[in-house]
């Protein structure tokens, strides 16, 4: 085994091992919480290691990144998220390798990632990203929706051609009332995933939570959570 392979391995041990303590202490099951590793500035040659250490889910935040690493590794069973602010003129692209999109929080994007979809044959599965530290504009500082927007957008993504309503993500917010409050957002995020399931039964996904906070979004019902630095490592600098 590899140097890398290993410190990965060891990474990914004590990640599992927090999962499982905190769906322990929450009172759920294991497999109630699916792991996203956020594989964004690593190499392709980490995504294959994961996927040789049982991962099958990774998500990536910047399309002129990820889209070559999917393709180098288009040969692995791996499902691709993908999870930054998303702009119209990216969407081909990542329609080509992403089966879910976890940032959908505006009405052009719905349109694009809806012609692409079916210009392309796929089903692209979507999360409204919401913005829990939305402003008057109805935007949050780090992209999405604001909560009195979610029910027109999950609307509207249900009946695009080629999308599917998986649920709801959010970023714990740095401004606002739940600014340091992760728990409190998270429990927030529930409560509208609650709602949205009224109307969307089949949208009973929930993102939320990273490296920091996974314990907190587990405990407030989290379905998913995206982990980066607690699997590879702190992030090398950018350019």
Not at 53 to 68: C, F, I, K, S, T
Not at 99 to 120: M, T
Not at 190 to 213: C, F, I, K, Y
């Amino acid at each position: 085994m590899t140097d890398r392979k290993t410190e990965i391995a060891a990474n990914l041990a004590k990640v599992e091992e927090r999962i499982a303590a905190a769906c322990a202490a929450a009172g759920r099951k294991r497999e109630e919480v699916t792991l996203i590793v956020v594989t964004k500035t690593y190499p392709a040659s980490d995504v294959r290691i994961l996927s040789g250490l049982g991962v099958r889910h990774v998500a990536e935040n910047r399309d002129q990144d990820a889209a070559p690493k999917a393709a180098e590794c288009s040969d692995l069973p791996l499902i691709w998220h993908f999870v930054g602010q998303l702009q119209t003129n990216k969407v081909r692209s990542v329609v080509g390798y992403a089966g879910l999109v976890q940032s959908v929080d505006r009405p052009k994007l719905v349109d694009a990632l809806s012609r692409e979809a079916v210009r392309a044959g796929r089903e692209v599965g979507c999360l409204l990203q919401v913005a829990l530290d939305a402003g008057a504009n109805g935007r949050g500082e780090r992209g999405g929706v604001a909560p009195d927007g979610i029910e027109e957008l999950a609307a509207l993504v249900a009946r695009s051609p080629g999308l599917r309503l998986d649920g709801l993500m959010t970023v714990a917010p740095l401004t606002g009332e739940y600014a340091g409050r992760q728990r409190a957002a998270f429990e927030r995020l529930m409560d509208l995933s609650t709602d949205l399931r009224r109307d969307h039964p089949a949208a009973n996904m929930v993102s939320a939570g990273m490296s920091a906070d996974l314990e907190e979004a587990v405990a407030a019902g989290a379905t998913h959570v995206r982990v980066g630095t607690a699997v590879l490592g702190v992030r090398p600098r950018l350019g």
